[in-house]
């Protein structure tokens, strides 16, 4: 563990200290998501979309990916969205359980370092100012720093800033997804700096958020742009396969 992570894991550790939390799943007192919890859940195992990281039944790319190639060079996810890990993202998003974050990076971490992506910076999907003054928090940037601290590569929030303040994309099709959220993502010159990014968030449905901010980072000159999420929602649909 490096320097600076280790200090960030010694800060959570002293809240935990002070305000003992509860496993969010079997309820054990002192611990967030104790071990013996979080070996219940596998991270998604391959075969995945060489694109978009969605699981598939032969290797390659998924049907959609070939017909319509996503703007981002891969996305890969940890887990998927569902059970104890919808629970958990739930408790960070919207119960300020913000030290769990630090535990479900652990994830993102171990994902990243199976990847041979070339990483210049990190930085997270905004949320806007209204959703920051409701929230008082981005739970994609609580996940992404504790995922840069520990690979040494540096966070910017200062790459992306969202323009427009899209309603809520539950329950909308995969196209309304995509116009609800088309141009709500603005790249900022300093994001001109770096060659490759890596864009995190917490779940990827339609992959529609991401793809917006891979456009506006590559109209800054970004080469290579990278998706990391903790969950993906999984589709059930038969169609959605690959060939090698």
């Not at 300020?96 to 990483?119: P, T």
């Not at 959703?131 to 966070?155: D, S, W």
Request: aromatic share 6%.
């Amino acid at each position: 563990m490096r320097p600076a992570s280790f200090l960030y894991h010694l800060g959570w550790t002293a809240v935990d200290w002070l305000f003992p939390p509860y496993c969010l799943d079997c309820g054990t007192l002192g611990e967030r998501w104790c071990e013996t919890c979080q070996q219940k859940i596998s991270l998604l195992a391959p075969p995945l979309c060489e694109r978009c990281g969605r699981p598939v039944e032969l290797a390659g790319l998924c049907v959609e990916c070939q017909h319509a190639p996503i703007s981002m060079d891969a996305i890969r996810s940890c887990y998927a969205y569902e059970g104890i890990i919808r629970e958990a993202i739930h408790r960070l998003k919207f119960e300020k359980d913000l030290g769990l974050a630090e535990i479900l990076a652990n994830a993102l971490i171990k994902v990243l370092s199976m990847q041979d992506w070339n990483i210049d910076v990190i930085t997270s999907v905004p949320v806007s100012p209204a959703r920051m003054k409701e929230r008082g928090y981005n739970q994609a940037e609580m996940l992404a720093f504790p995922l840069a601290l520990n690979t040494g590569v540096p966070y910017k929030r200062s790459l992306l800033k969202r323009v427009k303040d899209a309603p809520s994309q539950v329950g909308l099709s995969k196209e309304e997804r995509r116009e609800n959220i088309r141009e709500a993502f603005e790249g900022l010159p300093q994001a001109s700096q770096y060659s490759s990014v890596l864009v995190v968030d917490d779940v990827v449905t339609t992959g529609s958020t991401l793809q917006s901010c891979a456009l506006a980072l590559r109209e800054q000159g970004v080469k290579q742009v990278y998706g990391l999420t903790l969950a993906r929602a999984i589709s059930r649909d038969p169609l959605a396969r690959a060939t090698s």
